[in-house]
């Protein structure tokens, strides 16, 4: 029995659960568990912690006036209990929504629009709604991995939530079936379901959402649906976009041109921070990160005696 395998006997065992792993299967989508139930999972690095995007990471840790929350869970919705503020942004984010490694958006499916983002029936409507057919198959429109797969009793139906390396989460509600597991890695493009008409929803649709740690954003404002492709390369992220019903033509800011917003993202980004963990020194810190004690005080504000906070980033670069 490989040592992968083990690992997973030994969670099973410990959480209770009444289904067990039977086995292992190498897949070109990587490796697959098997339970005695006649379901699988995709298997993740168990070290992964569900940065895909370690510059745009970097970025949020650096304004610590955020403290934002986005953890890798396959049964939380919604990753920070909702917690999230993304109105306390001070400055605007560039994100590249393809690059040269996950270069494709793909339209989730070809059906017009029914529904938009915004106030709709007594509560905000954080997606847009796009005609289908019960059964028609419904794609990833970015590269990345499958977070959530499952039914959603919050009015989602079958729903399934990729993360994506751009820095961005894609919801696809209401489905009829899913064709994907949590931690699987899919392409742009790559089948993750059926459309349907579960949860609450009245007529076959899907009803697809754009998310920035966990705060929805209008999803006209990255995509042309008429022309079912993506606006710009470049996504400006800054706080009026998370205004409930906010329009693109709500959305614009002034003052920075995208090539001045780009580079003092790319800058930021540069920074390196580290975790700091029980029993750890500034000392200790420094020799780890090839610095010194004065440079780490220095750039983070405070003293060679201040108490080391574990759990807490402190930079190092």
């Known amino acids: 029995m490989n040592k992968i395998l083990y690992f997973f006997l030994l969670l099973v065992s410990f959480s209770g659960l009444a289904q067990t792993p039977i086995d292992t299967v190498e897949t070109d989508k990587g490796k697959m568990v098997l339970y005695s139930n006649r379901t699988w999972k995709f298997l993740m690095d168990e070290e ?4 895909m995007n370690e510059a745009l990471f970097n970025l949020i840790q650096a304004d610590t006036n955020l403290n934002l929350v986005q953890t890798w869970d396959n049964n ?5 209990e909702r917690t999230n503020d993304l109105s306390r942004m001070n400055d605007t984010l560039w994100l590249c929504l393809v690059d040269d490694l996950h270069k494709q958006y793909v339209q989730p499916v ?4 029914t529904s938009r983002y915004g106030y709709r029936k007594g509560r905000y409507h954080n997606g847009i709604d796009l005609n289908l057919r019960t059964g028609d198959t419904v794609k990833a429109a970015f590269s990345g991995r499958v977070r959530y797969a499952k039914w959603n009793d919050g009015g989602f139906g079958n729903l399934v939530i990729i993360r994506h390396y751009n820095g961005l989460e894609t919801f696809y509600a209401h489905l009829s079936k899913h064709l994907v597991a949590p931690d699987q890695e ?6 993750i379901g059926l459309g349907g008409n579960t949860g609450r929803s009245f007529g076959s649709h899907l009803h697809f959402e754009v998310r920035f740690y ?4 209008n999803p006209e404002e990255v995509i042309d649906f008429a022309k079912k492709e993506l606006k710009d390369e470049n996504l400006l992220v800054h706080k009026r976009l998370f205004r409930p019903g906010a329009k693109p033509s709500d959305e614009e800011i002034s003052g920075e041109s995208i090539a001045a917003v780009q580079a003092r993202t790319e800058a930021v980004a540069a920074r390196k921070y580290y975790k ?4 750890d020194t ?10 010194t004690v004065s440079r780490l005080c220095k750039l983070n504000g405070i003293r060679p005696t201040t108490l080391l906070q574990v759990g807490r980033q402190i930079r190092v670069r």
């Open 110 to 113: 070809p059906g017009i629009v």
């Open 48 to 51: 992964f912690d569900g940065i």
């Open 186 to 191: 899919v392409k742009a493009g790559e089948p």
């Open 282 to 291: 500034l000392s200790q810190i420094a020799s780890k990160s090839n610095t």
């Open 76 to 80: 939380m919705c919604f990753t920070s």
């Open 276 to 279: 700091i963990r029980t029993g």
């Open 214 to 217: 966990d705060s929805p954003m």
